[in-house]
C-alpha cells in the first residue's frame, strides 16, 4: 500500500477528481445477471481497482460508469450528478482500453489533440495541452508518428495522454496493461502510479491480477459472479478476508476444510484424524473452513515440538527457493495442499521430507465454506 | 516451396497463354481505330487518325461520350451515398434481418440485366422516364449500387468498432465519430465503390438500349448502334481512347495507394 497516503482519511478535499457513487447498479442480459446489485462509493482523487476473474462484472461496472452500457436498473453518480441516460460522449470521463484504440489514421500528435478539438480548444493552446500530455507520459519526440511505428507500450502511454489531456475529473482504465509483457508492466504500474498523483483525478482501474491490483490501489473492490466481495485496502482484503474467494483471490493460502465441531467459542476441525482448532466462531453459521496465510505457517521435522500449536502431518511437494526466503508446497494427509512461506533462518526441507505443519489458533481465518469460491479460479 | 526448373517454366508459359488470351482482343482495337478504310477487317490497311477526327467532331459520337460521362458521374456519387450508408446500417442491425435486406439489395447483380431492362422499361413507358436523364441515372444506380455495398461492407468487417466507443469516450457524437474516424478508415471501400459504380453506369448497355431513345443516347449504346449498321471504325477509336483513359486512371490509383502507404510505415 501506498503510506504517503491514507485511504481511509479523505484524499477528495483539495483534489481535481470527482466522486463516484454506484448503488445498486444491475445488469441483465436475458437471464444473465453480469451486475447483480453492485453498490460502490469511490471518493475523489482516489485510485479505486476493480479486481476479479474473467466475467466476474468488473468490466461491466466500468462500462456502466464510461456509458458504454446501460445499467437495467441502479443509480449512478459522478461528481454528484447523476448521469443515468447521459450518453457516453457527454460524460467527460477520460477512458484508456486494452487495445489502446488509437486512431490509426491519425499521428500520436493528433490522436492526442483530438479531444481538444471537439472542446473547441485550438492554436497555442492546443498544442500547448498536446505537448503537456505526451511530456507527462514521455512520448514529447513521438508526435509526428503514427500509432503503428509504435510498440504495444508506447501506444498505451499515447492512449494514456490522450485520455487524461481534456482534463477528465475522472479516468477508467480497462486492463491497460493487459496485453504488455512482465517487465513493461512493471515499469508501466510505476508511470500510472505517479500521473495519478501529479493528476489528483480520479482513477478508476480493471485488472484480474493481484499483484497489479495491490501495487497501484489506494482501495480494491474485489468482484465475483456480478457481486462485489469486499471493498478494501490491499491490507485489509490479506488479513481481514471477508469470504472464502477473497482469501483465495488475494495472495496465497492454505485452506483447511473438514468436518468441524463448534463448542462454545471454539471452532475444531478433523483433517485426516488430526485435529486443528480456533477459539473463533463463524458469526453467521454456515459450514466453516480454515484459511491461513504462508507466513502464518511454520515447518517442522517430524516429531518436533510443537509448543501447543497446531499441527498437521505432510510431506513436501514443492520447494521454491525465492532469494529472500523459501515456498513450499506441501501435501497434506487429506490430499489438500498447504503453502508454506518460511524465513532464510529457518531450516531447509527437500520435496519428500516428511514435516509437521504448525500453526498458531489465533493465526487463522475462520470462514464460511463457498463451494463458487473454487469453481470460479479456474 | 522450392520449384522444380522445368515446373517453373511450364507455369510460366501457361500464365503468359492466359495473359495473351485476356489481353488481346482488347489490344486489337488498337492497330483497327488507325485503319485507312471504313472497314473492320483485321489485319487494318494503311494509317489515318480520321475516326479520332470522327469521334470528337460528329454529335452523334461526341454527344453520346458526353452523356455517358454524365450519367456516369451523377450515379457514381448517388450510388456511394446511398450504398455507403447501406452498408453502413446493414453492418449495425441485427444478423438475421440484416442478410436478408443484404441480398435483396444484391439482387441487380444477379437478375438476368434483360428481365430488369424489361422492367424498367415497362415502368418508364407509364412514367415517361424513357430517354431521360433522370431515367438513365434511376435505372443505373440500381445495377451500381450493389458494388458499393459489396465494397464498403468490406472495409467495415475489418474496421476495429472499439474505435468508435473510444471517439465517444473522448467526446465524439456519433455523427462526429462517423465523419472523423469512420469514414478516413473504410475511405478506400467507398473510393473504389465510386470506381466500380462509375465503371458499371459508363459501360452499361443492356437497360441502356431499352430506354433510349433519339434524344438522349449513352455511348454504348451509340457504338452498339453504329456497328449494327454499318462497319464504322470510329468504334475501335473510341476503345482505343477508353483503354487508354481507364488504364491511366487505374494505374495512377495504384501508384498513389501505394506512395500514400509508404509514407505511412
Not at chain 1, 211 to 234: K, M, P, Y
Not at chain 2, 13 to 36: D, G, H, Q, R, Y
Not at chain 2, 53 to 76: E, H, M, Y
Amino acid at each position: 500500500m501506498n503510506p504517503g497516503q491514507d485511504s481511509r482519511g479523505n484524499p477528495g478535499q483539495d483534489s481535481r477528481g470527482a466522486a463516484i457513487d454506484l448503488r445498486s447498479i444491475s445488469k441483465a442480459y436475458g437471464s444473465f445477471k453480469a451486475l447483480d446489485g453492485v453498490s460502490l462509493h469511490i471518493k475523489a482523487g482516489e485510485f479505486m481497482t476493480l479486481l476479479g476473474p474473467s466475467g466476474s462484472g468488473k468490466t461491466t461496472t466500468l462500462n456502466v460508469v464510461a456509458g458504454f452500457t446501460e445499467a437495467s436498473s441502479g443509480a449512478l453518480e459522478v461528481g454528484g450528478k447523476s448521469v443515468v441516460g447521459v450518453p457516453a460522449h457527454k460524460r467527460n470521463i477520460g477512458v484508456v482500453f486494452q487495445h489502446y484504440a488509437l486512431f490509426p489514421h491519425m499521428t500520436v500528435s493528433r490522436n492526442v489533440a483530438y479531444p481538444l478539438a471537439l472542446r473547441g480548444v485550438a492554436g497555442a493552446e492546443r498544442e500547448r495541452r498536446v505537448r503537456q500530455a505526451l511530456d507527462m507520459v514521455k512520448m514529447a519526440d513521438f508526435g509526428h508518428r503514427f500509432p503503428s511505428e509504435l510498440s504495444g507500450g508506447q501506444q498505451q502511454r499515447v492512449a494514456l495522454a490522450r485520455a487524461i489531456v481534456f482534463d477528465p475529473p475522472l479516468l477508467l482504465m480497462d486492463e491497460p496493461l493487459g496485453a504488455l509483457d512482465k517487465k513493461l508492466r512493471e515499469w508501466l504500474q510505476l508511470e500510472i502510479k505517479r500521473i495519478h498523483r501529479e493528476l489528483g483525478t480520479t482513477f478508476v482501474y480493471v485488472t484480474h491480477d493481484q499483484e497489479e491490483a495491490l501495487v497501484l490501489s489506494d482501495r480494491i473492490a474485489v468482484f465475483n459472479r456480478g457481486r462485489i466481495e469486499q471493498i478494501g485496502t490491499g491490507r485489509e482484503l490479506y488479513d481481514e478476508p471477508a469470504t472464502l474467494f477473497v482469501g483465495k483471490f488475494i495472495g496465497d493460502s492454505t485452506v483447511l476444510r473438514g468436518a468441524a465441531a463448534i463448542s462454545g467459542g471454539e471452532t475444531a476441525i478433523e483433517i485426516a484424524g488430526q485435529k486443528v482448532a480456533t477459539a473463533k466462531r463463524l458469526a453467521n453459521g454456515g459450514s466453516p473452513v480454515m484459511l491461513l496465510r504462508p507466513e502464518k505457517l511454520t515447518l517442522a521435522r517430524r516429531g518436533a515440538d510443537g509448543d501447543g500449536r497446531n499441527r498437521l502431518t505432510g510431506r513436501i511437494g514443492e520447494a521454491i527457493y525465492l532469494g529472500s526466503g523459501s515456498k513450499y508446497e506441501v501435501d497434506l494427509a487429506d490430499g489438500s495442499k498447504a503453502i508454506v512461506r518460511s524465513t532464510l533462518e529457518a531450516d531447509n526441507f527437500a520435496i519428500g521430507d516428511e514435516v509437521e505443519v504448525l500453526f498458531a489458533g489465533a493465526d487463522v481465518k475462520l470462514l464460511a465454506d463457498d463451494d463458487k469460491a473454487d469453481l470460479t479460479l479456474t | 516451396m522450392e520449384m522444380k526448373p522445368l515446373t517453373r517454366a511450364i507455369l510460366g508459359l501457361v500464365c503468359l497463354l492466359v495473359a495473351i488470351w485476356l489481353v488481346a482482343p482488347t489490344l486489337v482495337v488498337v492497330p483497327m481505330s488507325f485503319n485507312e478504310n471504313k472497314s473492320l477487317a483485321f489485319p487494318p490497311q494503311g494509317f489515318s487518325w480520321q475516326w479520332y477526327q470522327n469521334f470528337v467532331t460528329n454529335p452523334d459520337w461526341s454527344n453520346s461520350f458526353l452523356n455517358s460521362l454524365k450519367v456516369a458521374s451523377i450515379v457514381s456519387v448517388l450510388a456511394t451515398v446511398l450504398g455507403t450508408l447501406a452498408a453502413f446500417g446493414l453492418d449495425r442491425m441485427k444478423a438475421r434481418p440484416a442478410n436478408l435486406l443484404r441480398m435483396l439489395m444484391l439482387t441487380p447483380m444477379v437478375v438476368p440485366g434483360v428481365v430488369l431492362a424489361i422492367g424498367i422499361y415497362a415502368v418508364y413507358l407509364d412514367t415517361r422516364l424513357v430517354g431521360t436523364l433522370l431515367g438513365f441515372v434511376l435505372a443505373h444506380t440500381i445495377l451500381a449500387l450493389p458494388f458499393v455495398l459489396i465494397a464498403v461492407s468490406a472495409n467495415l468487417e475489418v474496421f476495429d468498432r472499439r474505435l468508435e466507443t473510444a471517439a465517444a469516450s473522448l467526446g465524439a457524437g456519433a455523427l462526429t465519430t462517423f465523419r472523423t474516424v469512420t469514414l478516413p478508415l473504410i475511405a478506400p471501400g467507398v473510393l473504389s465503390g465510386l470506381l466500380f459504380a462509375f465503371a458499371t453506369s459508363f459501360d452499361e448497355i443492356v437497360v441502356s438500349l431499352f430506354i433510349t431513345n433519339p434524344y438522349l443516347k449513352t455511348l454504348p449504346v451509340q457504338i452498339f448502334a453504329s456497328i449494327t449498321r454499318d462497319a464504322d471504325p470510329t468504334v475501335a477509336a473510341v476503345g482505343t481512347i477508353l483503354l487508354f483513359a481507364t488504364t491511366m486512371l487505374i494505374g495512377g490509383g495504384m501508384l498513389l495507394l501505394g506512395r500514400e502507404r509508404k509514407g505511412r510505415q
